[in-house]
């Protein structure tokens, strides 16, 4: 997502800013910094790795300490020019643990230097390397367990910023679900507006439609808005200043995200050309020839790894539905995959045979969305079908539509055909890759989530899938299913 990063300064409108105040994680980088050189003695004189020390060449830690404190003094200076403190929602943590790397590496090197001119009696090169690389190993350390207790306060809802979207369109949505699908990043989005106020009345999930631009003001002010993220079309060009402005007059930040021909935001990259701005255009496009086979295999591989209990949990599950009643073992439906392909997916009967002559009325008698319709107490479901049900249980025999190549382990849920034929163009870019047993809409609330929002995740998922991004859903969905969060 390519819109500027930049915290509310004039007043503090979040927990987070009080829970961590600007001079904490300095301090805490100097404090580590000191406690490697600590480190770094014990390891070279006390455990001797490496290379012995002899009794002649024993040293006491106090001759090293002007050199740790130059060193957490270097690291400090370093480190903040070179942005690592300024507050950055979303920044990648490789991002900063290459500032770290550098911070260090340039630190150690003068250390080195300074050695070489004046020759000191008490030195061992040896010992900086040591500090240079328990202060790497410390300070990324401390990186993730802050983006760990941040993520936690975020999602009990302290520290979160009120986003408004003004705009409607591809770029809109882009944004909002990234906003949605990286909720770590502690950005709620409370709705949006656009300039057609009878299409912007419409809600996306549970991102309320606030209806047309000229309710800027009053919106900012109802739903407490701290940040606005503007992405019309840039043939609107006097409109967003005018925005801007009107965003700033109230005291809140805003960014513009740029409409690069439509483009799929993760094709451009920012570049500077001697403080010229640049947007480059790559050619991205997710899931293509290599990273298709590489899925893949994580599929297969999954698959069998897991294989005995999988066939041990379906015996009993068989049993179970066998012993509850007549009917079927199994329920197969015809389902839309990858690029409108059919397919028969097979899943445990969770529900009594005749379940789908039921189906259309009970849609209209709970008044549910027809493309994503959930029943909370479904009155069909039977009672080890209920269990199955809330546990993702009816859903182990997916494991042969893997197998046959029809789906994958994560990826959207599949539709029937009747659900695609009310699609929008923009629903049907969930149809472009398999679908998988599990996906971010699972892990982000499964049948709690409405079908917008839905469609938003997956849409996500398929612009920035990544294979770190597959075992993370897998491991997420460990403990949804086992507290049945959402399940039904």
């Not at 189906?359 to 549910?368: G, P």
């Not at 319709?373 to 269990?387: A, L």
Request: glycine share 6%; hydrophobic share 45%; net charge positive.
């Amino acid at each position: 997502m390519i819109f500027a990063e930049k915290e509310n300064q004039s007043q503090p409108s979040t927990a987070s800013e009080a829970f961590e105040p600007l001079w904490l994680l300095p301090l805490i980088d100097v404090l580590l910094a000191l406690v490697s050189f600590v480190i770094g003695y014990l390891i070279r004189y006390e455990l001797q790795i490496l290379r012995p020390v002899f009794e002649l060449n024993r040293a006491p830690f106090e001759p090293y300490l002007p050199y740790a404190a130059f060193f957490a003094l270097w690291l400090s200076f370093n480190y903040r020019s070179g942005g690592l403190y300024k507050p950055a929602r979303g920044r990648a943590f490789f991002d900063e643990l290459a500032i770290i790397i550098n911070g260090v590496t340039g630190a150690t090197v003068v250390l080195l230097a300074v050695s070489f001119v004046f020759q000191p009696t008490v030195f061992s090169r040896l010992m900086f390397l040591y500090v240079a690389a328990v202060s790497i190993a410390l300070l990324a350390a401390a990186r993730i367990v802050r983006r760990m207790v941040l993520a936690r306060l975020r999602a009990r809802g302290i520290g979160v910023l009120r986003v408004l979207v003004i705009g409607g369109g591809d770029v809109g949505r882009a944004v909002l679900r990234t906003l949605i699908a990286r909720k770590e990043h502690g950005y709620v989005p409370i709705g949006y507006l656009d300039e057609d106020p009878q299409s912007a009345s419409v809600d996306l999930g549970r991102v309320k439609g606030l209806g047309g631009l000229d309710n800027l003001e009053a919106v900012l002010a109802e739903h407490q808005v701290n940040y606005v993220v503007i992405t019309l079309p840039w043939q609107y060009h006097d409109r967003i200043l005018d925005l801007i402005e009107r965003c700033r007059r109230t005291g809140v930040d805003v960014s513009v995200v740029p409409d690069v021909f439509q483009l799929n935001l993760r094709q451009l990259r920012v570049e500077n050309l001697d403080g010229v701005p640049l947007l480059r255009v790559d050619n991205v496009i997710s899931l293509q020839g290599s990273q298709r086979l590489l899925k893949r295999a994580l599929d297969l591989s999954v698959i069998l790894l897991l294989s005995p209990a999988i066939l041990l949990i379906c015996l009993l599950v068989a049993l179970a539905i066998r012993l509850e009643g007549e009917g079927p073992i199994f329920y197969s439906q015809v389902r839309v995959g990858e690029n409108g392909r059919r397919f028969k997916m097979i899943k445990f009967r969770s529900m009594v045979p005749d379940a789908d002559r039921l189906r259309q009325d009970l849609i209209k008698e709970h008044n549910l969305d027809p493309r994503h319709p959930k029943i909370k107490d479904d009155p069909r479901m039977t009672r080890v079908g209920r269990f199955i049900r809330r546990t993702s249980l009816d859903e182990l025999p997916n494991a042969i539509n893997v197998l046959l190549g029809q789906m994958s382990i994560v990826g959207p849920r599949p539709p029937t055909p009747d659900e695609v034929l009310l699609y929008e163009n923009w629903h049907m870019q969930r149809l472009q890759v398999k679908p998988g047993i599990t996906g971010l809409w699972q892990v982000s609330g499964r049948s709690e989530v409405p079908f917008d929002e839905m469609c938003l995740l997956d849409i996500y998922y398929i612009e920035n899938w990544s294979l770190r991004l597959d075992i993370q859903i897998v491991l997420m969905t460990v403990p949804r299913v086992l507290l049945r969060r959402g399940a039904y």
